[in-house]
């Protein structure tokens, strides 16, 4: 995959909350992908994914 270290950390963050039979809907996973994606180095690594559709609000 293209953003395969975000997306592995996503991945990660969702079968936690999995884990924990937290309920994880889609927007859930829309913001929590551009929390990721704000506080940490992703932006600098993947400055394109900023137009990918799950970072949209």
Not at 1 to 7: A, I
Not at 21 to 40: H, M
């Amino acid at each position: 995959p293209k953003y395969s270290e975000f997306e592995a950390e996503l991945i990660e963050w969702f079968r936690e909350a999995q884990s924990q039979q937290k309920t994880v809907s889609q927007y859930i996973i829309q913001a929590k992908a551009r929390t990721l994606y704000a506080t940490s180095h992703y932006q600098e690594k993947y400055g394109e994914i900023q137009n990918n559709k799950f970072l949209q609000k």
